[in-house]
């Protein structure tokens, strides 16, 4: 059995890398506001029709497409509401109203556990009643590029396996880049004549984030196969993978940072901002704890199942 991508989604994450790393480079204005126009560009690319059919005008294929994106997104720290309109949003809305989305109309978001990621970026909401307005209050957010927000009457709703695929998808290429950031750091810069990362308190943290970000992509790519293929596996995986996934991310970034010693520590590099990211990740939608709490809960009831 092959686990390899196959060559149309290797060519659709290189794509995706190149064009990310020309319009959102690491050395960007980190400080400058959403460009909504942007959004359009994405259209363009076929990003926001993935799995949208192609007589609504989308490319017609699935979600490990997606997670393929999603992943390339969290490896730029991309500031727009992708995730909101088409991990949360997308399956539930009309093949009208994905035609809209894949064409880059109207952005949407969804409500999880009474909060609204991407508040201020979206032109809908969908709750458990329904498609509301985003009409309510803006929160603190940890991650500025994430804003969230509380609608004036919450409804509550749940991350589902879909949404919680699409964060560890997201938090892998988050746990990439910190971990890309670190090694590229350990091989240039130098302490008694040798590269830091030829000393071990370096050169094993490093390998610590590799096999956790491995584990983590294995994770993320199987929940999102699951989820693709609707299998009954689809909760216990997306809840596997997230809470793996946010957590490996969480440790690359402060490895990462620790490694490039007092310049990671300042408002100047972006390995903060990655961190922040990572941070929202692994509390949105359930704690790793939570998550691991409901894959326990779904083994043992599997596991009495078949001792019953």
């Not at 460009?35 to 359009?40: I, L, Q, T, V």
Request: glycine letters at 10%.
């Amino acid at each position: 059995m092959d686990f390899s991508l196959t060559e149309e989604q290797l060519e659709l994450k290189a794509e995706a890398r190149r064009w990310l790393d020309a319009h959102f480079p690491l050395d960007r204005d980190w400080e400058a506001p959403w460009d909504p126009a942007g959004w359009r560009e994405l259209a363009e690319l076929g990003w926001l029709g993935v799995s949208v059919p192609e007589e609504h005008g989308g490319a017609g294929l699935g979600f490990l497409e997606e997670a393929v994106l999603l992943e390339e997104l969290g490896y730029a720290l991309y500031p727009g509401p992708y995730f909101s309109t088409v991990a949360l949003a997308l399956p539930q809305l009309s093949g009208e109203q994905q035609a809209k989305v894949a064409a880059g109309g109207r952005r949407w978001s969804a409500e999880v556990d009474g909060l609204v990621p991407d508040w201020g970026r979206v032109d809908a909401v969908l709750t458990d009643d329904g498609e509301v307005a985003p009409e309510g209050e803006a929160l603190e957010s940890i991650d500025p590029t994430r804003p969230l927000g509380r609608l004036a009457s919450p409804r509550g709703g749940e991350a589902s396996p879909r949404a919680l695929a699409a964060l560890a998808a997201e938090a892998v290429g988050v746990a990439q880049r910190a971990l890309d950031l670190a090694l590229r750091h350990a091989g240039t810069r130098e302490q008694f004549g040798k590269p830091i990362g030829t000393y071990q308190a370096v050169s094993h943290p490093l390998a610590d984030t590799y096999m956790e970000t491995e584990l983590a992509r294995s994770l993320a790519y199987w929940a999102a196969w699951c989820v693709a293929e609707d299998d009954e596996q689809a909760p216990v995986a997306a809840a596997a993978a997230k809470s793996q996934a946010s957590e490996a991310a969480v440790a690359a970034c402060e490895r990462s940072i620790q490694i490039h010693g007092g310049i990671g520590f300042t408002w100047e590099h972006p390995l903060h901002r990655y961190y922040r990211r990572a941070q929202w990740i692994e509390h949105f939608g359930g704690s790793p704890a939570q998550l691991r709490a409901r894959v326990a809960d779904a083994i043992l009831t599997k596991e009495a199942a078949w001792t019953a």
